[in-house]
């Protein structure tokens, strides 16, 4: 009776060291997740570097510059004052034209001689030339007076160069005013107003002044008429806008710097 109680008691005290053995060969494993790296949301950059509080803008030029035939707040001037008030909504921005439709290089000296205006302009446009050309003026006049008016705008522009941007001379030929004129006409036109811009790209790369070329937007004049003023021979509020699209990026540049 005992041995058969001992051999019972035996394999009892078998079959529970067996089941825990299995169970300690076989724990259940923890299993660790790999560590993730949340996503790093990208802080939004301002659009643009900040800039003086108040800036005053000063436009020289002929009826390209006042907008001849398109209204007050569609010429070029007024639409880049608008388009920087966009950029920099907590900056005050200030504009003075002095330009007037038919007036030379030599009209504009003059008037900058009369109006004399102060000093402290943060940004300078400059724009002139066309009636040089329209009046049959010699072309040395240019050569003289555009170098003149390019000082005076570095002077007006609180001495800074890089704060005077100059304009190409929009071409008239391709417009529905030039469209009684011979060919040869046109074509006269067109050399003279690459002429007058080369002189004036020139002269600005070689003093580091900024020049902007707009002259092939109006030569698209023909071609897509909303580009032309409702006298057919200046630009439209839309030639324009187009003109500060190509402005707008060196304007930036020179109030950010």
Not at 138 to 160: H, Q, R, T, V
Request: aromatic share 8%; proline share 6%; glycine share 4%.
């Amino acid at each position: 009776m005992k041995s058969h109680f001992k051999q019972i008691v035996v394999v009892i005290l078998s079959i529970f060291l067996l089941s825990c053995s299995t169970e300690e060969a076989n724990p259940e494993t923890a299993v660790t997740p790999p560590s993730v790296t949340p996503p790093t949301t990208p802080v939004p950059s301002t659009p643009t570097s900040p800039i003086a509080k108040s800036i005053n803008y000063l436009a020289l030029g002929d009826s390209y510059t006042i907008g001849q035939s398109v209204c007050e707040t569609c010429r070029f001037p007024e639409q880049l004052k608008m388009s920087l008030k966009m950029f920099y909504s907590q900056t005050d921005f200030s504009l003075k034209i002095i330009a007037t439709t038919g007036w030379t290089t030599t009209n504009l000296i003059s008037a900058i001689n009369q109006q004399k205006p102060e000093s402290n302009y943060d940004l300078v446009t400059l724009l002139i030339g066309v009636n040089n050309q329209y009046q049959g003026r010699d072309f040395s006049l240019y050569e003289k007076e555009f170098p003149e008016l390019a000082n005076k705008a570095i002077m007006l522009a609180k001495g800074d160069k890089k704060n005077v941007i100059v304009v190409s001379i929009p071409d008239y030929a391709y417009t529905s005013f030039a469209a009684n004129l011979s060919q040869s006409q046109k074509t006269k036109i067109s050399t003279e107003i690459d002429q007058y811009n080369a002189f004036a790209e020139s002269y600005c790369k070689a003093n580091q002044i900024v020049f902007v070329n707009i002259t092939d937007i109006t030569r698209q004049g023909l071609n897509n008429p909303n580009l032309v003023a409702s006298d057919g021979l200046h630009p439209s509020e839309s030639a324009y806008a187009l003109f500060v699209e190509r402005l707008l990026p060196q304007v930036k540049i020179a109030l950010q710097d």
